[in-house]
């Protein structure tokens, strides 16, 4: 049992062979949620350049092009065997330039300073070793096209308790990690934590 649950965590983290494809497959079932959740509050635009970290098994590039908007998504992994399937699956979008993938680590990702958009990443912070690093570099890239639009970058401070905080009426309450679901104690409001999450720091930048 402690072999096969090393086994799936060292799969989960890089997905390798026969068995990190058997893998990619279930994560897309298994995190269609959350990748639907991430594709709602990304809320693309046309001719946005998007980019995914850890990509997986693609479930969220697959929402992205079936999305009217068009936007331009660039992808990276750092399994070779996630970065071929996702190649294989996407091909056509590959072919007219609408999909670019990378095999590459978060921490050492290979773009030059034209930025991007929008940089999103479903399932994988905890697998980053150098989480500081990939943060500073999405300050980066997001810095750059903040100037190029003349836009504001607003970055939320590192304690706003995004997580405690009820999206509809504001009122905030202790939300330890196992809660997956914030329901909250004034108004009866329920979602997804992530969800919630996700939409107070969207309302963070209009405060
Ligand atoms: C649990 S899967 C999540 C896949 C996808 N985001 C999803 O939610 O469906 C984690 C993915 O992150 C990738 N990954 C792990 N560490 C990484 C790193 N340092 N840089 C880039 N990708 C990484 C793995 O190869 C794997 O494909
Ligand atoms: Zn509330």
């Not at 992808?75 to 330039?97: L, P, R």
């Not at 990702?109 to 991007?116: K, S, W, Y």
Request: aromatic letters at 8%.
């Amino acid at each position: 049992m402690k072999l096969l649950k090393a086994y799936l965590s060292r799969q989960l983290r890089h997905p390798t062979g026969y068995g990190g494809r058997l893998i990619l497959r279930l994560i897309n079932q298994e995190n269609g949620g959350m990748n639907a959740i991430a594709l709602n509050v990304l809320d693309a635009q046309p001719g946005q350049e998007i980019l995914e970290i850890g990509c997986g098994g693609g479930d969220l590039i697959n929402r992205l092009l079936k999305t009217e908007q068009l936007p331009q998504i660039t992808a990276i992994d750092a399994s070779q065997t996630a970065v071929d399937m996702v190649c294989h699956k996407f091909k056509e979008a590959m072919a007219t330039n609408r999909l670019v993938v990378h095999q590459a680590k978060a921490e050492a990702m290979p773009f030059a300073d034209n930025g991007f958009d929008a940089i999103v990443t479903v399932n994988t912070l905890y697998f980053w070793p150098d989480v500081p690093t990939v943060i500073n570099e999405f300050k980066r890239q997001l810095t750059y096209k903040c100037e190029w639009y003349g836009s504001e970058l607003v970055i939320a401070d590192r304690f706003y308790p995004s997580s405690q905080i009820c999206s509809n009426c504001g009122h905030q309450q202790k939300m330890p990690l196992h809660l997956r679901t914030y329901e909250c104690n004034e108004c009866g409001f329920t979602a997804d934590r992530d969800f919630n999450a996700a939409v107070n720091l969207e309302n963070y930048v209009n405060k």
